[in-house]
């Protein structure tokens, strides 16, 4: 007998690693599981001490790999093999009417459609080879994505390899990655809880969980660390097949067999060979929307047949063969119990609604927006309307229309005030503006509030242990009105404060002291000068190096610095003459806040972009704004934010602003996409 033979142990960890596969077959694509979830575990467990004691026997295809515990330092770019194209997309019923008459036409035929539902996740690309999943990538630019085939290893319903015999050699499948209704409930309640462990006041956590399940998903996905990812629970569907060997001759036979393979198939699917069936099921789809335990906002259309697909082809950004019929934001009716005046930091005054609760897109909702006095007396707004509120992009709820038929006989107009109703301050409204302002900018508690919030924000001093339900109940305990009062708290005086912790109190006075180190530009920026945003703050910073040299700046010394006009130069002008701000400043500056900038951030980079002036609009797929603004000026150019005679070049994201693309045009400047501005100056 051997006693070096481990043959035994190698053939457990492949049985196990069938075992366990097979039982996540049933649980996450049958709904039928054969054991409980403790027999799982114990099977799981066993897998990962063999592949501890022998890692040279670890399978590519082990499912310890949906655990994850993998580092990612960098998620490397890769080019697609096929571009990963967007859809056209339609609200309009009439518009699917004319895609069919379109494709009919194109093809001299009435043609198949295959309806499915439209996922709303993160677009992703998965390559088999041999059965065997080797890479998984984002869409990003839908020339090239970020390789995130570590993480998505983690998701349980994804297979890591596929059996059966009629498998072609490479596979490219592609599909949608989200997160659970549930999923998602879960990580806010575990992300409370760690908040409230860190000391993080139980008022200011709501502000700090995650909002929706898409953009959770997007982040999710780019988490460095797996085992994190594994433990967020996404999950997936696979819609389409995107290489071309091996395919059977229609979509939908194509969609059976990846279901046959293991792949997660989207519910719902339909063939309809005219238009009323199409919008039929669309009906039928959003009938289920509420019900879903994941989140869809439309319904996919696709030509059934892969050769008709080539015969109609593709437009430059996406394919004639297919379009997503998107559905209207989910509306219900309610009861308008009362309108809310609120001041924000700025002084304008917003009517906000107070509803009788009611369900909408799986929350209930007791607020929306309704704009400003305008918007009122165009919908003829009373306390007691029935009113139909909807959650714009499905976040945030507002009122879109108002049944007069059912108002109460007794409602009376509502007026909007002449006075704050706040500090009773006047009221005032601006030519050509709808909003109307609280005068006092001094005193007025909300403004002071907001721009304390302002002050401490990610974008400014990012004192994140200071929130607003907690700088609120400063201002009504410790009397903290100004922001340079922050400085003065001491631990003490917080401690004997209802709700605070020793911890608590000692990551609000680390916050305060690291903020001192926060630069300049951000400091401007976060003084709350009225039409003084990030870039603008960045502009003047390093215009006059220091808050001093802007002090004793005059009108024309303002409108002398690019893209600062009349507006912001009266603006600036009246922020300095104030006694409140002069002494705020004084008081600021002795706290050990930057009010200058390090000589070294003033250095002009040189690069291919030296001496050139970019407006950077749009959203990236690679990078964030401030992460591409951060690229450009690091090339040697200087950001702009508006489009003028003396811009360079326009580098243009997904929805650029139409006027901007428009002038930019006009004045012959060059426009070039992520790809190109990519190839150009970063290859």
């Keep these: 007998m051997n006693l070096f033979d481990f043959s035994a142990e190698r053939e457990e960890m492949n049985r196990l690693c069938e075992e366990i596969e097979a039982h996540n077959r049933r649980y996450y694509l049958e709904d039928a599981p054969l054991i409980s979830d403790r027999e799982f575990d114990a099977l799981l467990n066993r897998l990962l001490e063999l592949e501890r004691l022998y890692p040279e026997w670890k399978r590519a295809d082990s499912p310890s790999q949906r655990v994850g515990g993998g580092l990612t330092e960098r998620f490397q770019t890769v080019p697609h ?46 390559t088999y080879q041999n059965g065997l999943l080797v890479q998984a990538l984002t869409r990003g630019n839908g020339t090239e994505g970020d390789d995130v085939t570590l993480n998505v290893k983690t998701i349980r319903s994804i297979p890591l390899r596929l059996l059966a015999s009629d498998i072609p050699e490479e596979l490219e499948v592609r599909g949608e990655i989200y997160l659970p209704k549930g999923a998602f409930e879960r990580l806010n309640r575990t992300l409370e809880q760690q908040l409230l462990e860190k000391g993080i006041p139980p008022q200011d956590i709501q502000e700090q969980l995650y909002k929706n399940p898409r953009n959770t998903a997007s982040g999710t996905l780019k988490l460095q660390d797996s085992a994190e990812v594994a433990r967020r629970g996404l999950d997936a569907f696979v819609y389409f097949w995107a290489s071309d060997n091996g395919r059977s001759p229609s979509h939908s036979e194509n969609l059976n067999r990846l279901g046959s393979w293991g792949f997660p198939i989207p519910p719902f699917i339909k063939i309809a060979i005219c238009l009323e069936d199409v919008i039929s ?51 219900a ?37 309704i704009h400003n006095a305008d918007f009122i007396r165009e919908l003829d707004l009373r306390p007691g309307d029935l009113v139909r509120v909807e959650k714009g992009g499905d976040i945030i709820p507002k009122i879109t229309a108002n049944d007069l038929s059912q108002r109460p006989t007794n409602s009376q107009p509502f007026h909007f005030p002449e006075t704050c109703p706040e500090c009773h301050s006047e009221l005032r ?66 401690l004997a404060l209802e709700g605070f912790q020793e911890k608590s109190v000692s990551n609000i006075i680390q916050g305060l002291e690291q903020s001192k180190q926060v630069p300049f530009d951000r400091v401007l920026f976060a003084l709350g000068i009225r039409h003084v945003g990030e870039t603008v703050a960045k502009t003047l910073a390093r215009h006059f190096g220091s808050i001093d040299n802007m002090a004793q700046a005059s009108e024309q010394d303002f409108i002398e610095v690019e893209e600062i006009g009349a507006v912001i130069a009266q603006s600036l002008l009246a922020f300095f003459a104030d006694p409140v701000q002069q002494q705020e400043l004084i008081k600021l500056k002795e706290a050990g806040l930057q009010f200058s900038l390090d000589p070294s951030s003033m250095k002009v980079h040189q690069g291919p972009l030296s001496g ?13 704004r401030d992460e591409i603004t951060r690229i450009v000026e690091e090339l040697g150019a200087k950001s702009t934010g508006s ?41």
């Design 333 to 369: 009716f309610t009861r308008l119990l009362s309108i809310e005046l609120q001041v924000g930091r700025t002084g304008a005054v917003t009517p906000v609604a107070n509803l009788a609760p009611v369900l909408l897109a799986g929350t209930t909702v007791k607020r929306a927006s």
């Design 643 to 683: 489009v003028s005679s003396k811009t360079n070049l326009v580098l243009a994201g997904e929805a650029m602003g139409p006027a901007k693309r428009a002038k930019a045009e006009a004045l012959g400047i060059p426009i070039l996409s992520e790809q190109e501005f990519i190839q150009q100056f970063l290859s």
């Design 429 to 494: 409204q601006n030519p050509g503006e709808a909003i109307r302002y609280c005068s006092n900018q001094s005193s007025c508690p909300p403004q002071l509030l907001g721009k304390l919030c302002h002050f401490v924000g990610r974008k400014a001093m990012d004192i994140q242990a200071l929130g607003e339900k907690t700088l609120d109940l400063f201002m009504k305990e410790l009397g903290v009105c100004q922001i340079s009062d922050l400085y003065q708290l001491q631990p003490n005086v917080i």
């Design 81 to 126: 093999k096929r571009p990963m194209l967007s859809l056209d997309n339609t609200y309009d019923e009439a518009d699917l009417s004319a895609f069919f008459s379109r494709t009919e036409k194109a093809l001299g035929l009435i043609p198949e459609l295959v309806c499915e539902p439209k996922i709303d996740g993160v677009a992703i690309s998965l």
């Design 612 to 624: 050139m002036q970019v407006v950077v609009s749009g959203s990236f797929s690679r990078w964030s």
């Design 281 to 331: 099921h669309a009906h039928t789809i959003e009938s289920q929307r509420s019900k879903l335990p994941f989140d869809i906002d439309g319904m996919v259309l696709k030509v059934n047949g892969l050769s008709q697909q080539d015969e109609l082809g593709f437009t430059a950004k996406s394919p004639r063969w297919a379009i997503a019929y998107k559905f209207e934001a989910e509306q």
